[in-house]
């Protein structure tokens, strides 16, 4: 077992897997940047140091500098976390290079999965129904472009090869339309990823987002911990995740899951993954694409299968069997997780900056909270602006949404604008609450985006005894050359719109 | 007895609260005066975090203060106002109330899309430009009706936050016989 782990992330994910780390005896190192030197990631380590720098590219996606303290500090693991270079197959070869285990696949299994043309065509190989589509020439005129799309009916998807979080997509109606939409979308995905390669899909109205968890390990075991749905997306940024799928029966969770294991075995992947899918109306799913990576959302699988899945990640990078078999895992109650993001809805939700002047979880029975941040974070625009998950378990499905709204009303969070509220009421509407989601949902929902001034004239009251007696007085600068003051997230001429790329 | 002015960001209203002790029963008994109506109120509390009851109901409240900003979290909600009276008029960017003859940088980046020349007519909210950062592209919109009087920027320049883009004419100067250069 591994003495020694460095964790290559920041915030809430850090943390996370920090804990696991301690838990099992193992020494955690941390690493910060310049503006995370006093984070709680960097503090709870039992070593941490620092990256020397501000921007993620001289930071946490820094592979040499990264690999050169985990080798001086004797580290024999590094765990990475998701996003930054969770999925960089270079960075897992440097890894391994070095004499360190990558926590987490191959870099082989990385690149097999990555570029998403190549892994629908295994997919499609090893059984998996896929979405129609052509896969797109680069040399192909207009009118061959137009020719397939018509074989696949419109409307239709283009999409990056290379891509992800819905950067060079283009949704495409009519035929006129679609040259443009294939310029655009090459243009946007060369700009994003680096390679402009774009490919059609049968776009599927009202899909339902629906992913399988997997975990394989080096001794030829493969599973599936089952299905996770995130259809609540704004701007394919996923809001809202529960387990299991209000969709789900049985039998297709069963096809599902054998069909995911099969694509893990094909492929030989180890360690965690998910394998993405689109699941129509009709009860067919198709596949999307397969993330190498623990993702965000794994918490709502962790509250319902009742394993440590970060836990299971070391253990099979140690080369141990998976602490589980596909007979013993079931699926226990349900779970919903809403991600906290500084943002304002109001304002197009642009990103809100600033410092975290009043922080308080919700804190009870079956309420998790995955979080970077306390009072006096800072929230500045050089990393995501997601602040943390709140997950919340129930026997049923109404019991933990029941359970979510009051953990969101009871989270507190004051100096920077966040999504709470408006989350509140996505679980309130009735569509949800029946299970009625689809990955449109936000689109065709109109939901509620100002803040809810129900008491406003206590709220004024409060105000009015605190700015003479006893309002807490924040100590730190208001504005830094590098932080965007939080006031400008109201300002009436900053309406513009804003497109988050993941 | 206490009275303050606070302006509610939402809304951009004013509200006049008074706070007067109720001297001879419980230190935290207060009358409020508030929007013509006048009520008991408990409050206690203490480096942020208090509890206000009004006809025994508590509802507990975080409050934080930064210079004339103040915010509360009561019931689940966030609640921002800006403490009148002692307001400085702040020329940094954002604390404009009214709408601007300037479309400014909200941050640093490059200029991806300039759409609109001097001379032009804008409809309130139309695209004037677009702003890239952080992998991150931000339209920017016109904050109201009027003319484009001048276009203080480049496409693939890099600018800083707070930097102007574009400039309107002055609102009721932008008859077409007035062209500012």
């Known amino acids: 077992m591994f003495n020694k782990i460095l964790i290559a992330n920041r915030g809430e994910i850090a943390l996370r897997v920090m804990q696991t780390v301690q838990q099992m005896g193992i020494r955690a190192v941390a690493i910060y940047s310049d503006p995370d030197r006093a984070a709680r990631h960097a503090r709870n380590a039992d070593e941490s140091y620092p990256l020397h720098g501000v921007a993620a590219?001289?930071?946490?996606?820094?592979?040499?500098?990264?690999?050169?303290?985990?080798?001086?500090?004797?580290?024999?693991?590094?765990?990475?976390?998701?996003?930054?270079?969770?999925?960089?197959?270079?960075?897992?070869?440097?890894?391994?290079?070095?004499?360190?285990?990558?926590?987490?696949?191959?870099?082989?299994?990385?690149?097999?999965?990555?570029?998403?043309?190549?892994?629908?065509?295994t997919a499609s190989a090893a059984g998996v129904p896929t979405v129609p589509g052509w896969s797109g020439d680069e040399n192909a005129s207009s009118d061959q472009w137009l020719s397939e799309a018509k074989k696949l009916g419109y409307p239709v998807l283009v999409k990056a090869a290379a891509g992800g979080g819905g950067k060079g997509m283009r949704r495409v109606a009519t035929a006129d339309e679609l040259p443009a939409a294939v310029e655009q979308a090459a243009r946007e995905a060369k700009s994003s990823f680096g390679d402009g390669r774009v490919f059609l899909e049968k776009y599927i109205s009202r899909p339902r987002h629906v992913e399988i968890q997997v975990f394989a390990d080096h001794h030829g075991n493969a599973v599936h911990l089952f299905e996770r749905e995130c259809s609540i997306q704004r701007r394919h940024q996923k809001i809202i995740e529960e387990a299991p799928s209000p969709a789900m029966t049985p039998e297709l969770r069963q096809r599902m899951g054998e069909a995911s294991v099969k694509l893990v075995r094909e492929i030989g992947y180890t360690n965690a993954g998910t394998v993405e899918f689109m699941l129509d109306e009709n009860g067919e799913f198709y596949f999307l694409?397969?993330?190498?990576?623990?993702?965000?959302?794994?918490?709502?699988?962790?509250?319902?299968?009742?394993?440590?899945?970060?836990?299971?990640?070391?253990?099979?990078?140690?080369?141990?069997?998976?602490?589980?078999?596909?007979?013993?895992?079931?699926?226990?109650?349900h779970a919903i997780e809403c991600r906290i993001y500084a943002e304002d809805p109001a304002s197009g939700f642009l990103p809100s900056t600033g410092v975290i002047d009043m922080y308080v979880e919700p804190r009870g029975a079956s309420i998790r909270v995955d979080s970077g941040i306390e009072t006096g974070s800072e929230v500045s625009i050089h990393y995501d602006p997601m602040l943390a998950k709140l997950i919340a378990w129930g026997r049923t499905r109404d019991e933990a949404i029941a359970r979510m709204r009051w953990a969101l009303r009871k989270y507190v969070v004051l100096g920077v604008t966040t999504n709470i509220e408006y989350l509140h009421r996505i679980l309130e509407e009735p569509d949800f609450v029946?299970?009625?989601?689809?990955?449109?949902?936000?689109?065709?929902?109109?939901?509620?985006?100002?803040?809810?001034?129900?008491?406003?004239?206590?709220?004024?009251?409060?105000?009015?005894?605190?700015?003479?007696?006893?309002?807490s007085q924040s100590e730190s600068p208001v504005a830094r050359s590098s932080v965007l003051p939080s006031r400008l997230s109201w300002s009436p001429w900053l309406s513009g719109s804003w497109r988050n790329g993941e | 007895m206490a009275r303050v002015t606070l302006r509610d960001r939402l809304t951009r209203t004013n509200h006049d609260v008074t706070l007067t002790p109720c001297r001879g029963t419980e230190p935290d008994d207060f009358l409020v005066e508030i929007a013509g109506e006048s009520i008991e109120v408990r409050i206690s509390g203490s480096a942020g975090k208090g509890v206000i009851r009004i006809?025994?109901?508590?509802?507990?409240f975080y409050a934080v203060r930064r210079e004339d900003h103040l915010e509360v979290w009561l019931d689940g909600s966030r609640y921002q106002f800006e403490v009148e009276g002692k307001r400085r008029r702040r020329r940094s960017h954002g604390a404009v109330d009214e709408p601007s003859d300037e479309v400014r940088a909200p941050m640093p980046g490059s200029v991806l899309k300039v759409s609109v020349s001097p001379g032009d007519s804008v409809e309130a909210n139309q695209p004037v430009a677009v702003l890239e950062s952080m992998k991150m592209e931000l339209t920017l919109n016109a904050p109201r009706a009027g003319k484009v009087a001048a276009v203080d920027c480049a496409v693939g320049q890099m600018v800083e936050m707070g930097r102007v883009l574009v400039r309107l004419e002055p609102a009721g100067n932008d008859d077409s016989s007035s062209t500012e250069q």
């Open chain 1, 57 to 121: 590219a001289e930071t946490y996606l820094n592979i040499e500098k990264i690999i050169e303290i985990a080798r001086s500090c004797g580290a024999d693991a590094v765990h990475p976390g998701y996003g930054f270079l969770s999925e960089n197959a270079a960075f897992a070869q440097a890894c391994i290079d070095a004499g360190l285990t990558f926590i987490g696949p191959s870099p082989a299994a990385m690149r097999a999965v990555g570029e998403k043309l190549i892994a629908k065509k």
């Open chain 1, 434 to 471: 029946a299970g009625h989601c689809d990955t449109h949902y936000l689109e065709h929902h109109k939901i509620e985006k100002l803040p809810d001034a129900g008491r406003l004239k206590e709220a004024l009251i409060a105000a009015a005894w605190a700015s003479t007696f006893g309002a």
């Open chain 1, 289 to 333: 694409e397969v993330n190498a990576r623990l993702q965000v959302e794994h918490p709502v699988t962790e509250l319902t299968v009742l394993h440590d899945l970060v836990r299971a990640q070391i253990l099979v990078a140690a080369g141990e069997r998976l602490p589980f078999t596909q007979d013993e895992l079931f699926q226990h109650g």
């Open chain 2, 55 to 60: 006809n025994g109901r508590p509802l507990p």
